[in-house]
Structures are given as structure tokens and as C-alpha cells.
């Protein structure tokens, strides 16, 4: 994450950050992990929680704004059943026709609302959830949804 850190520090991306998240998951370990660069914290989710797993103050700024900011990894180990899920900005920023924000609280609770450890259906239905509450308005922003979990 440095080493990226440092190609947007340098002049031809001045005025310009990104915020960005990057994942190592060692299947063997049944572990993932995180740093993060001043993107959303994934939310882990199953056997009985749903919380963020990377703290605010273990994100790091975003890319291109401090050349030598130091990353934190933070690493989550997946129970069985437990899934981790990362989004943008662009699926809690989504808005419907009435200017409302389809927010974190909505999304957490549509993944609280998951409760069967199939991330493929999670996924899609989050996705379905933010189509519905948008409807025909224009997407304002990219959306990223990664859903990756332990099966039980």
C-alpha cells in the first residue's frame, strides 16, 4: 500500500486522492488481511455479530495525500459461517429521488439480515436492495461490493 502511496504523491496526481482497500485472504488460516487507505472498514458479519473490523483510527489516510503515511494491517480470522463484506462509498451514497441516502444503516442491516452464510446471495441481495431504493435515478458513483465468506 506504500508503494502506491507513493505513485499518487508524485506531482502529475497533485489535488488527487484515492481511497482504496486491499485484502490477502490465506485460505489455509482461514484468515484475511486488511489494510486500508481511508476507504469503508469491511464489516464481519455471523454467528452472532456485525461490526467493522477496521477502526478509524487503524485506516490510513488516503492514497496521494501523505507520501510517507504507514499503513496497519489488521488481520480477521473467518469462523465458520462468518463472512466479510467491503463496499464503496458509491453504495451507501446512493440516492433515491427524494435526495435520501441509502446509508450504513440500511446496509447493515441488510447484512444482519443475512443470516444463512451464502455471501453469493448476500451479495445480490444487497445489490437488489440499492437498485429498488435508488429506482430510476441516475447512478451518481461506482459501486464496489466484494463479498467473500467461510462456509459453516
Known sequence: MAHVNHVFCKP????RFITMGMGVVDPE??????VNAGHMSP???GRGETREVVSHDASGLPLGVEWDMEYRETTVLLAPGQSLV????????AMNHENLLYGRRRLFERIKGSDDGNVLAL???ILDD???F????????DMCLVCLGRQG
Open 43 to 45: 464489516v464481519l458479519h
Open 130 to 132: 440499492v437498485r429498488r
Open 123 to 125: 451479495g445480490e441481495h
Open 12 to 15: 502529475r496526481w497533485q489535488d
Open 134 to 141: 435508488v429506482g430510476d435515478r441516475d447512478q451518481s458513483d
Open 29 to 34: 488460516r482461514h484468515q484475511v488481511t486488511l
Open 86 to 93: 467491503w463496499y464503496s462509498d458509491g453504495i451507501t451514497e
